[in-house]
């Protein structure tokens, strides 16, 4: 007997704790959604600081945006992929020239790395690397010496997973949206 009251007692606290964590989602999730478009559109205009606004473009598995000068001309692509890192998911926005081929800037947006080496990709000197960073045919990531050629970064040193996931989801987000861009231009 002593056993089904136990087991009653844990079934409807478990019931209560999970109708509880339910609500607070529910109520929770449209504040972090607003929070995370209100961080996109601040890293749009810092990735691409010419920009006065912007348009989002339908790329599959890119959010892309296309940016636009005070004279509506367009200044190139703000660019948001992500994938892993060391530590989990590192999403990232790239400011990017009208014809793909350079980076103006990067803007980490969400990352799960460690504390003190992994988070060193949001610090300069490395986000520096990137501002005018030739991106054709892709960037490429060196260890151990400065860059010598203009698509090159150079790691950062305890940190070379986190450098290089930097660099593997900015090109795979440019291959993804050169290919969606010269499909959308025949």
Same mark, same amino acid.
């Given at each position: 007997?002593?056993?089904?009251?136990?087991? @009653?007692?844990?079934?409807?606290?478990?019931?209560?704790?999970?109708?509880?964590?339910?609500?607070?989602?529910?109520? &929770?999730?449209?504040? +972090?959604?607003?929070?995370?478009?209100?961080?996109?559109?601040?890293?749009?205009?810092? $990735?691409? /600081?010419?920009?006065?606004?912007?348009?989002?473009i339908n790329v599959p598995? $890119?959010?892309?945006?296309?940016?636009?000068?005070?004279? +509506?001309?367009? +200044? %190139?692509? &703000?660019? =948001?992929? *992500?994938?892993?890192?060391?530590? %989990?998911?590192?999403?990232?926005?790239?400011?990017?020239?009208?014809?793909?081929?350079? $980076?103006?800037?990067?803007? $980490?947006?969400?990352?799960?790395?460690? /504390?003190?080496?992994?988070?060193?990709?949001?610090?300069? /000197?490395? @986000? @520096?690397?990137?501002?005018?960073?030739? &991106?054709?045919?892709s960037i490429e990531l060196?260890?151990?010496?400065?860059?010598?050629?203009? #698509?090159? =970064?150079?790691?950062?040193?305890? &940190?070379?997973?986190?450098?290089?996931?930097?660099?593997?989801?900015?090109? *795979?987000?440019?291959?993804?949206?050169? #290919?969606? =861009?010269?499909?959308?231009?025949?």
């Amino acid at each position: 007997m002593k056993v089904y009251k136990i087991i @009653t007692t844990l079934s409807v606290i478990g019931l209560m704790s999970g109708g509880i964590l339910s609500q607070l989602s529910n109520w &929770a999730s449209p504040l +972090i959604e607003a929070n995370r478009k209100a961080e996109t559109e601040r890293a749009i205009f810092l $990735v691409q /600081p010419g920009g006065k606004s912007y348009e989002m473009i339908n790329v599959p598995g $890119v959010e892309l945006f296309k940016v636009f000068d005070e004279n +509506i001309a367009s +200044i %190139g692509y &703000a660019m =948001v992929y *992500n994938g892993n890192g060391y530590g %989990g998911n590192i999403r990232i926005m790239a400011g990017i020239s009208d014809d793909l081929k350079e $980076v103006r800037a990067i803007e $980490v947006l969400e990352l799960a790395e460690t /504390p003190g080496l992994g988070t060193k990709i949001t610090e300069e /000197p490395f @986000t @520096t690397q990137f501002k005018g960073l030739t &991106a054709y045919p892709s960037i490429e990531l060196i260890k151990g010496a400065p860059p010598l050629k203009p #698509n090159e =970064v150079q790691s950062i040193t305890g &940190a070379t997973i986190s450098a290089k996931a930097v660099v593997d989801i900015i090109n *795979n987000g440019l291959r993804i949206v050169r #290919n969606s =861009v010269s499909e959308g231009s025949q």
